[in-house]
């Protein structure tokens, strides 16, 4: 790999990267006391290597540094009264915060807060509180010390392992649950980054004894990372309560810390997801399915988060790979424990290719964001936007701005002229419609005195340019992912600066100006769409920075599409430019941000909720799939065809369950719910109607999967219900006509276009 491109033109810029360049740090953690470790993985010289040392051999190392946190002060008469020790350091310039405080330790800076709550009646997150801090340690040392991770180390450098459980469950329960005794842990599996392979099975071994082993594993492979998918959720849930039962410490931690843990929540787009967060000490804990979810935000074009349709969609699934129904697990633990273990270990593999292609973005922002690389996953793009302020701010020994009033501002322009199916498809798209607004048009943030956003947002815009042209010129398969998730790092965080000037926690965030980029967007989106009306092209969709249309008659090659975009491009302020982005054989435009596309391999991509619902059963979103093709291929009569032949399987009974079945999880105790319906604070619901009538312990977060029975389409379905695993396919009792009324609905939402 070119180091020397790699080394000058991106870790050189200080702000971006921070004004320390010490490489090879994996990790920092708080001591809990008034200093931090540093932990250091020492790559082997060419020397050591010709020796023939292996990088299996390399040497992770630690030092021990005092750490003082600090708290921003608006004024230090809020110090008035206050018994503990500090040091005040004035900042230049007119912004709020005016002093940064330093305190001994964490303690002495907890403490402090409750006397500054007491004495302001504020808090941190009060708007207009006259004091400021960063609740997280690591956070604070590194943004202070200008360090970030991982510098002068690429992501093969990393060792990761991966993680993997099966486990047994109980007679008549849809899913394990680790509070129930015999609901053990049967199979971990364990691999890593360096080709080890590892399966403890409990065929072998009892769960202590399991436990155990994978602890000594973990340590003596002593990784930076630690991977599963849900992981959080379920493997490392489930160990924790296993291994209280069986009093083992958890020490996978660096130094042998033991494992820690605490409920915390994630937004991904519109979804608050719930989580129990587990922190290792020295290392990072990794969740694909996470990861998975974060990259459909954009993508949507995942059919479901589970490991193995993830795998598939990324084609990462081994053409040999063992699959085992979950509810067939107990009974090939019983009877085929080896084909169990070469399942497990398909699991760990998935999710290492899985891991690979997903989190390389996530592992380079850490090598820019005062963050450990777990944490850089979870925050926001705009709260690790701010952080970069923050950092060169006091870095430049100038005060720090307090967050604006929140103000309403103007979105971006969506909009749809036909609707139906239409061939030969065109998108184009303004690349970085609002960075590219921002820096052509100077919308920056009048706070921000030392012009750190325009300074930030031209280095990232230069950056990925030179890294998407570097992906053209690498000579080997490792330089091309190396600089194609470069450029896909830096195209995110270029992209993540319009949102940083509405984002409401932002130091630095301008609503006014957030307001003219939009205005703006929306002005050069609709002469657009006049300059293609005018060249007698058919727009059908806008979708904020893109435009679907369909080209004249009279252009039918390539290079001749190529042409006419570029002659759109031309006609756009300068700095604003455009490119040919997609070329579709059809599209079905059903509603704004809502439409299918068939592209020239006859691959489909289906984009929106209103197409996309994981609310639908199986039946529901296989019959719209194949409908949709036949559309898009000009077969809308094959339709009913269709139709007739779902509802033939249907009635006659053709179907697995996985076609009707649904799968929820309980967010309540049982107790809770029966209370809420009793007052009427909530409707009956199945899964709960069912896990009272088993009569078993149902927790929250155990998954219930049903399907509905009866001779009715018109059903109360927490009435009429059965819990998936009563369903017999020798005497099926799915509910025909409530099923087949589905069916229909969905088939005469669509029969307009038909």
């Known amino acids: ?96 915060y005016k002093y940064l405080t330093f305190l001994n330790n964490w303690a002495d800076l907890q403490h402090l807060l409750k006397h500054l709550k007491k004495t302001t009646g504020a808090t941190p997150a009060s708007l207009g509180a006259p004091f400021y801090y960063l609740n997280d340690p690591v956070h ?26 099966e486990t047994y469950c109980a007679k008549g329960y849809e899913f394990p649950n680790p509070h129930r005794e015999e609901d053990r842990i049967t199979v971990i599996s364990l691999s890593d980054s360096r080709g080890w392979e590892y399966t403890i099975c409990g065929r072998e071994f009892d769960e202590k004894e399991m436990l155990e082993i994978m602890i000594e594993q973990i340590n003596l492979k002593d990784p930076d990372v630690i991977e599963g998918h849900n992981i959080f959720n379920f493997d490392l849930t489930y160990i924790e309560t296993r291994a209280k039962r069986h009093k083992v410490p958890l020490a996978i931690g660096r130094n042998k810390q033991i494992l820690k843990s605490h409920p915390s929540r994630l937004n991904i787009a519109e979804r608050t997801i719930s989580y129990r967060k587990f922190e290792a000490y020295g290392r990072h804990i990794v969740d694909t399915y996470l990861l ?24 990462v699934a081994s053409p040999d790979r063992t699959y085992i129904e979950p509810e067939k697990i107990n009974w090939y633990y019983d009877n085929k424990p080896d084909e169990l273990l070469k399942y497990a270990l398909d699991d760990v593999r998935e999710t290492k290719a899985i891991s690979e292609i997903l989190s390389q973005s996530f592992y380079y922002q850490t090598q820019i964001f005062p963050y450990s690389f777990q944490n850089v996953i979870i925050r926001g793009n705009a709260t690790k936007i701010d952080s970069l302020f923050i ?28 609707q139906g199916v239409v061939n030969n498809i065109l998108y184009c798209d303004v690349q970085s419609l609002y960075p590219s607004i ?26 990925r340019l030179k890294a998407k042209e570097m992906v053209g010129v690498a000579k080997t398969k490792a330089e091309k992912m190396y600089f194609d998730a470069l450029q896909s790092t830096f195209k995110i965080l270029i992209n993540s600066f319009y949102g940083y000037l509405g984002f409401a926690y932002g130091h630095f965030s301008d609503f006014d100006e957030a307001d003219k980029v939009t205005s703006k967007g929306r002005r050069i989106i609709k002469s657009m769409v006049k300059w293609l009306e005018d060249n007698n092209c058919k727009v059908i969709e806008i979708d904020t920075d893109g435009i679907y249309f369909v080209p ?32 579709y054989k059809a599209m079905f435009s059903y509603k704004i941000k809502n439409y299918v596309l068939l592209d020239y391999d006859d691959k489909m991509i289906i984009k929106g909720s209103g197409l996309r619902s994981r609310g639908l059963e199986f039946f529901q979103r296989k019959f719209m799939e194949e409908m949709f093709y036949l559309l898009l291929k000009g077969k809308r009569k094959k339709v009913e065809d269709l139709l007739g032949k779902y509802t033939e399987e249907l009635m006659n009974h053709k179907w697995d369950k996985k076609m009707f079945i649904k799968t929820e999880t309980l967010q309540e105790s049982l107790t809770t ?22 009569a078993r312990n149902y927790q929250p977060g155990d998954q219930i999967s049903y399907y509905v029975i009866g001779n009715s389409s018109k059903v109360r379905v927490f009435d009429n219900c059965k819990l998936a695993s009563q369903w017999d396919r020798k005497e099926p009792d799915e509910n025909i006509e409530y099923y087949k009324k589905k069916l229909m609905s969905l088939y005469e939402k669509f029969k307009p276009f038909l």
Request: aromatic content about 12%; some cysteine; proline content about 3%.
């Open 1 to 96: 790999m070119d180091m020397k491109f790699k080394e000058v033109s991106f870790h050189k810029n200080e702000i971006l990267f921070g004004h320390d360049s010490t490489p090879f740090i994996t990790a920092v953690e708080y001591d809990g006391n008034d200093g931090v470790e540093i932990f250091f993985r020492t790559k082997l010289t060419s020397d050591e290597l010709s020796l023939g040392l292996t990088h299996e051999e390399d040497e992770v190392t630690s030092k021990k540094e005092t750490f003082k946190p600090f708290i921003l002060l608006e004024h230090t008469q809020y110090m008035d009264g206050w018994k503990g020790t500090y040091e005040a350091k004035s900042l230049t310039g007119d912004s709020y």
């Open 391 to 418: 950092r060169e701010y006091i870095h430049s020994n100038h005060s720090i701005p307090q967050t604006p009033q929140t103000k309403e501002y103007s979105g971006g322009y969506t909009d749809m002229f036909y």
């Open 292 to 315: 998975a979810q974060m990259y459909d935000v954009t993508a949507r074009s995942l059919e479901s988060y589970g490991l193995k349709s993830v795998a598939k969609h990324f084609n």
């Open 552 to 583: 004249p008659d009279n252009i039918k090659k390539e290079k001749e599409e190529e042409k006419l975009v570029n002659e759109l491009s031309d006609a756009l302020p300068a700095g604003i430019n455009l490119e040919l982005a997609g070329r």
């Open 438 to 463: 921002i820096l052509t048009f100077k919308y920056y943030p009048k706070e921000d005195v030392i012009n750190i956003f325009h300074s930030l947002l031209e280095a990232l815009k230069d950056f």
């Open 673 to 694: 719910y029966s209370e809420k319906v009793k007052k009427k604070k909530r409707s009956a619901a199945a899964a709960y109607e069912l896990a009272i009538k088993s």
């Open 140 to 165: 604070q040392c590194l943004l202070l010390s200008g360090q970030t991770l991982f510098k002068g180390m690429s992501f093969d450098d990393l060792v990761r392992l991966q993680l993997d459980i």
